[in-house]
């Protein structure tokens, strides 16, 4: 996944309720530097209303719709160099990557990282349930019986990203318009509208695609066919060329450990026992899908 689509989407989780109300407060300012009595903000756009055959004259400013929305965007994007009282636990910044050793604690360690967080954010790509760090820590999550998931399609970031982005330019280009010609022709709202619903809609299919078919990605999981770095690269980093330890035995030990807790028995004489990884199988395609899609 990209780094840009995955951050906007962290913003839409993290910053957009401190960026909505922001931009109200900044509406609210407008509004009274607007006002006859402070004169602070000049009104620069004029409506020609006739009524009972004559013509009136309604000032006002486009500076709510310049301000505002530009507030929400700074908001939206720098709240958290702000506000750093929360801590978040990130897999790949928080399990160490190139010791052997720590990196087995980190792993045997996720179910106590999990227990004692408060919310689980997944930010979701159709990519996801192909990769086995992702599912391995969200079936853990709700095997601990925890209910707090924070489902985020990274493509609904996009697409709300471009809405917000559009509506903006939109808002922008006509009081640009208007401020240089004294007017606003339909055919120019009707080109700025027009070119950002192309391009919303555009997101939008692709975000409603990923959708429908993650039904199909959970009822055929199987982590047995589930990627990871180190197997994908042949356990050689592509970087140093050194060995790569196999993540993928950690998680089978780790889910073995996990199966065994629950009283199962992994023994292989018994064709009617299910092993640790159809145990798992079975977590994904039965427990995952009602907390996605309630």
């Known amino acids: 996944t990209e780094r840009l689509a995955k951050f906007l989407a962290v913003c839409l989780v993290y910053n957009v309720p401190a960026a909505a109300a922001a931009s109200w407060l900044a509406a609210l300012a407008v509004l009274f530097l607007e006002l006859d009595m402070v004169s602070v903000l000049p009104r620069t756009l004029c409506f020609e209303a006739p009524h009972g055959g004559a013509v009136y004259n309604h000032t006002f400013g486009s500076w709510g719709l310049i301000i505002c929305p530009a507030v929400f965007l700074f908001v939206a994007i720098f709240w958290q160099d702000v506000s750093q009282s929360r801590q978040v636990f990130v897999d790949k910044f928080c399990i160490h990557q190139t010791d052997p050793d720590l990196k087995k604690a980190g792993i045997r360690g996720i179910a106590g990282f999990l227990k004692n967080s408060e919310r689980l954010v997944v930010l979701w790509t159709a990519s996801y349930f192909t990769r086995l760090w992702c599912t391995y820590e969200l079936v853990s999550w709700i095997h601990l019986g925890k209910s707090a998931i924070c489902f985020v399609p990274v493509s609904f970031a996009a697409l709300a990203s471009m809405l917000t982005l559009g509506i903006y330019a939109h808002c922008v280009s006509g009081s640009i318009y208007y401020a240089a010609f004294g007017k606003l022709p339909l055919w120019v709202t009707f080109l700025s509208l027009g070119t950002v619903c192309i391009l919303v809609a555009i997101c939008a299919r692709k975000h409603v695609r990923e959708l429908a ?70 977590q994904v395609r039965e427990k995952i899908r009602p907390h996605l899609m309630s």
């Not at 047995?224 to 998680?251: E, I, K, M, W, Y």
């Open 213 to 282: 078919d993650l039904p199909g990605q959970l009822a055929l999981f199987s982590v047995r066919n589930a990627h990871c770095f180190c197997c994908d690269s042949n356990h050689v980093d592509p970087v140093t060329h050194g060995a790569l330890q196999c993540d993928r035995q950690l998680v089978y030990d780790a889910l073995e450990d996990w199966y065994l807790r629950y009283g199962h028995s992994v023994s292989s004489g018994d064709s009617e026992q299910l092993s640790s990884l159809d145990f798992f199988d079975s």
